[in-house]
């Protein structure tokens, strides 16, 4: 059975610092990686999305890498803002069967002014 | 493009009452998932369901609990009898295809008194 586990579960940070979140699975036998944000009381919107052919994927100040081998993803936040205050999720979904992704806990991020 | 809509957004019921959550997805997206998520827990497949099959229901308790999604019309996630620990938030998501990206709603949050 697949255990997603994210480091740290919570972060708080002065605005314009460089971050990294981790996470962290026990079964590499996984199709692909996604990285979501939730705002309180909202739903999850994708960031990043990376197969497991793929070694990372960026958009703007995000960036995700993967390394299958050792069951790790980290998503690293560059510059960051007030704005980018938000739970951040990692879902791994395995290869084969339904491809139901198993999410980790989250971690809990704040940037303050 | 309308996103993935649930509704309602907020559902109250006493215990022993029924609940019935509606999600429409993506124009063009035929794969619905539901996950909950409890309050300090991480986000928990439910079921995935194509238009009018169940495609894996291994997420569902085995009792109360059922999902359709009909031909026409949205899928429901239909809770009998609730209890006060069925209190959590509901989540659909969609794709258009199996193992491709899910987009998820803003969810229902489910409150039992």
């Known amino acids: 059975k697949q255990e997603v586990t994210q480091i740290p579960a919570a972060l708080s940070v002065p605005e314009g610092e460089n971050l990294v979140l981790n996470c962290s699975f026990t079964?590499?036998?996984?199709?692909?990686l996604q990285w979501f944000r939730q705002d309180p009381g909202k739903g999850l919107t994708s960031l990043l999305l990376?197969?497991?052919?793929?070694r990372e994927q960026t958009s703007g100040r995000l960036n995700a890498s993967l390394d299958k081998s050792s069951g790790r993803s980290t998503l690293y936040i560059a510059a960051s803002q007030p704005g980018d205050s938000a739970t951040y999720l990692c879902?791994?979904?395995?290869?084969?069967?339904?491809?139901?992704?198993?999410f980790g806990r989250g971690t809990s991020l704040i940037v303050h002014p | 493009n309308a996103g993935v809509m649930q509704n309602p957004r907020h559902l109250v019921r006493r215990r022993g009452q029924e609940a019935r959550l509606r999600c429409s997805p993506m124009?063009?997206?035929?794969?619905v998932y539901w996950y909950r998520q409890l309050p300090e827990e991480g986000l928990k497949f439910m079921v995935y369901?194509?238009?009018?099959?169940?495609?894996?229901e291994s997420g569902m308790p085995k009792e109360r609990f059922s999902a359709e999604f009909p031909k026409e019309g949205p899928s429901i996630l239909r809770i009998q009898q609730v209890v006060r620990g069925d209190s959590a938030a509901y989540f659909c998501a969609s794709s258009p295809g199996l193992a491709e990206t899910q987009y998820f709603g803003p969810g229902t949050r489910l409150l039992v008194l």
């Open positions: 124009k063009g997206h035929s794969h």
């Open positions: 079964d590499s036998a996984i199709y692909n």
């Open positions: 879902a791994v979904s395995p290869s084969g069967g339904s491809y139901i992704p198993t």
């Open positions: 369901l194509q238009k009018e099959n169940i495609i894996d």
């Open positions: 990376i197969q497991s052919s793929q």
